[in-house]
């Protein structure tokens, strides 16, 4: 068989598929149209490529992040521009690429750490944003000094690398890249680099961080934004983002996007940074729903957190005496099963109370918390864990979960009644 029939067919099956899987929504097989593309095209993406699609692309990795830069991104590059959003593994790319049209020349995908090299390879994208670097999936992810340097094996397919100047495991390994652009936010994760990833000395973090022996240290920040969305080129205000969304990394994840669309384009930063906002939450992220289906009709907000960075950033949200907290935590493949992880977040930090865990480990949640000091309920099923946080009286409930747990809530909020509210920036 040709090359080009190759594609053709592989293209076919695929949009085929896609078809029978919208047929039937609740199937969980988003991503087999892609998975059957590169069974009968292994180079589907560089063969779709080829044929005109996602020739200005821009790739966003790292461990938390990718789907909200990627919506910023999109929001940016306009309604034809090809986007993932979530399926984040090559065949989620394929999908995408087979369902696009000659009028998609831009693009951007989210892709997993450790496969940015072969989507790199197949792509060759304009810029690759990279976000972070922390623990993930401890049960089969790859030592986070190992994935980071996994990542840097892209460096020759990649025009700009758009990074986080604050993550000391991306500065490390950055020097393969041709050009970079740093950006600086008003905060950073740091239990994830407490030593030099080159040397294993001390870091020393002041106003910038550096190791105290081999000379790695905090590049200057080509841009920064700090916790008031101020951002600024070289020290120079040039101006205010309004990402639509809560939290300094959210500032930071819109500041990546803006400067990596520049890149990508040509355009000017300071125009693209007033437009580099979402209107609604992120695939039910950060998002305020109304429980209609609940007899007092409270509000619930839902965030996503899946590894202790993760956590942290949103905890720091989420010290609300007026609300109900309800904590989510499940240990399926996609979360990893080892849940050692919690024991790491610093649930003291957090000031509300008392606190419903939920989730199929809802009890070793519960044990965490309790050793926080905090009252605990436990509730195993989702859905009831939210009708008791109603039944107590207040007007709000915030849900935070890991990531099987909070899908597995946004799959329930149907029947609870829930109606998304307009705008997804929400008020703490």
Same mark, same amino acid.
């Given at each position: 068989?040709?090359?080009?029939?190759?594609?053709?067919?592989?293209?076919? #099956?695929?949009? %085929?598929?896609?078809?029978?899987?919208?047929?039937?929504?609740?199937?969980?097989?988003?991503?087999?149209?892609?998975?059957?593309?590169?069974?009968? &095209?292994?180079?589907?993406?560089?063969?779709?490529? &080829?044929?005109?699609?996602?020739?200005?692309?821009?790739?966003?990795?790292?461990?938390?992040?990718?789907?909200?830069?990627?919506?910023?991104?999109?929001?940016?590059?306009?309604?034809?521009?090809?986007?993932?959003?979530?399926?984040?593994?090559?065949?989620?790319?394929?999908?995408?690429?087979?369902?696009?049209?000659?009028?998609?020349?831009?693009?951007?995908?989210?892709? &997993?750490?450790?496969?940015?090299?072969?989507?790199?390879?197949?792509?060759?994208?304009?810029?690759?944003?990279?976000?972070?670097?922390?623990?993930?999936?401890?049960? +089969?992810?790859?030592?986070?000094?190992?994935?980071?340097?996994?990542?840097?094996?892209?460096?020759?397919?990649?025009?700009?690398?758009?990074?986080?100047?604050?993550?000391?495991?991306? #500065?490390?390994?950055?020097?393969?890249?041709?050009?970079?652009?740093?950006?600086?936010?008003?905060?950073?994760?740091?239990?994830?680099?407490?030593?030099?990833? +080159?040397?294993?000395?001390?870091?020393?973090?002041?106003?910038?961080?550096?190791?105290?022996?081999?000379?790695?240290?905090?590049?200057?920040?080509?841009?920064?934004?700090?916790?008031?969305?101020? %951002?600024?080129?070289?020290?120079?205000?040039?101006?205010?983002?309004?990402?639509?969304?809560?939290?300094?990394?959210?500032?930071?994840?819109?500041?990546?996007?803006?400067?990596?669309?520049?890149?990508?384009?040509?355009?000017?930063?300071?125009?693209?940074?007033?437009?580099?906002?979402?209107?609604? *939450?992120?695939?039910?992220?950060?998002?305020?729903?109304?429980?209609?289906?609940?007899?007092?009709?409270?509000?619930?907000?839902?965030?996503?957190?899946?590894?202790?960075?993760?956590?942290?950033?949103?905890?720091?949200?989420?010290? &609300?005496?007026?609300?109900?907290?309800?904590?989510?935590?499940?240990?399926?493949?996609?979360?990893?099963?080892?849940?050692?992880?919690?024991?790491?977040?610093?649930?003291?930090?957090?000031?509300?109370?008392?606190?419903?865990?939920?989730?199929?480990?809802?009890?070793?949640?519960?044990?965490?918390?309790?050793?926080?000091?905090?009252?605990?309920?436990?509730?195993?099923?989702?859905?009831?864990?939210?009708?008791?946080?109603?039944?107590?009286?207040?007007?709000?409930?915030?849900?935070?979960?890991?990531?099987?747990?909070?899908?597995?809530?946004?799959?329930?909020?149907?029947?609870?009644?829930?109606?998304?509210?307009? *705008?997804?920036?929400?008020?703490?």
């Amino acid at each position: 068989m040709s090359l080009a029939r190759r594609v053709q067919l592989a293209r076919r #099956v695929a949009q %085929l598929s896609a078809a029978g899987v919208r047929c039937a929504p609740r199937f969980q097989g988003q991503t087999l149209p892609g998975r059957l593309a590169l069974a009968i &095209d292994p180079d589907f993406l560089m063969h779709r490529r &080829d044929e005109g699609l996602a020739v200005r692309s821009i790739l966003v990795t790292g461990t938390n992040g990718k789907t909200t830069t990627t919506a910023l991104v999109k929001e940016l590059l306009g309604p034809n521009a090809l986007s993932n959003r979530g399926s984040n593994l090559p065949w989620g790319v394929a999908t995408v690429l087979a369902e696009g049209t000659s009028r998609s020349r831009d693009a951007v995908f989210e892709v &997993d750490e450790a496969y940015v090299p072969s989507v790199a390879r197949s792509l060759t994208p304009a810029v690759l944003v990279w976000l972070n670097m922390s623990r993930d999936q401890l049960d +089969r992810s790859l030592e986070v000094r190992r994935l980071a340097a996994r990542i840097a094996e892209s460096a020759t397919d990649i025009d700009t690398l758009v990074a986080n100047a604050g993550d000391p495991l991306i #500065v490390a390994h950055a020097s393969e890249f041709r050009r970079c652009l740093w950006v600086k936010g008003p905060e950073e994760w740091r239990n994830d680099a407490l030593s030099c990833p +080159r040397c294993t000395s001390e870091l020393l973090y002041e106003t910038t961080w550096r190791c105290v022996n081999c000379g790695l240290h905090e590049p200057e920040a080509d841009y920064q934004v700090d916790a008031m969305g101020q %951002l600024s080129a070289h020290g120079e205000a040039i101006a205010l983002l309004h990402p639509g969304l809560p939290g300094s990394f959210n500032l930071l994840n819109a500041s990546l996007a803006v400067v990596a669309v520049a890149a990508a384009t040509g355009g000017a930063v300071e125009q693209l940074a007033r437009h580099a906002t979402v209107t609604r *939450g992120v695939e039910g992220r950060f998002t305020t729903w109304w429980l209609t289906g609940v007899e007092t009709t409270p509000s619930l907000t839902t965030y996503l957190a899946k590894n202790p960075a993760g956590w942290h950033a949103n905890l720091a949200m989420l010290n &609300d005496a007026d609300a109900e907290l309800v904590l989510g935590l499940n240990a399926k493949v996609a979360d990893g099963r080892d849940t050692s992880w919690i024991w790491d977040v610093a649930f003291e930090s957090l000031g509300i109370g008392p606190v419903i865990a939920t989730g199929e480990r809802a009890t070793d949640l519960a044990l965490r918390l309790e050793v926080a000091g905090f009252d605990v309920t436990v509730e195993a099923s989702q859905r009831a864990a939210i009708r008791l946080a109603a039944s107590r009286g207040r007007n709000r409930i915030v849900y935070l979960g890991n990531y099987t747990a909070f899908r597995s809530l946004i799959g329930d909020l149907p029947a609870l009644g829930a109606i998304a509210a307009l *705008g997804s920036e929400v008020a703490l």
